[in-house]
């Protein structure tokens, strides 16, 4: 059994110094390795790499893993955005409909009791 508190201290800032971002970061990688292998890549990230090394392969695969890495990242943070502002926004809209019953029920209530 895992203690409540052991992940605590690495909810630091410096995320160097946390081994649960090094693994996530460790997988980004690999995964940009995997895509870069295959020959499956971002084409707009390895114009970027390409443009960014003049024109050397070597260092434009070096910084295609760095930069798709980070595109990989980006991807994750604005999905994980998108789907808090959905949710968000369907419970706006729940809110709305539970205060569109309540006044429906009210204005029959209100029309029974005058019948």
Known sequence: M???GLF?????KDL???PLSRK???ALYRQALNELESGSINKGVF?????????DEGKAHSLYLKYRTQSILDDKVLHS???EEEAKNREERNDRLRRIF?????VLIIC???L
């Open 2 to 4: 895992i203690p409540m």
């Open 8 to 12: 605590d201290k690495f909810k630091r």
């Open 47 to 55: 114009a970027k790499a390409l443009a960014d090394s003049s024109g």
């Open 102 to 106: 309540v006044i429906i029920v009210i």
């Open 81 to 83: 955005i998108r789907k």
């Open 112 to 114: 029974f009791y005058n």
């Open 16 to 18: 160097k110094d946390n």
């Open 24 to 26: 996530g970061e460790e």
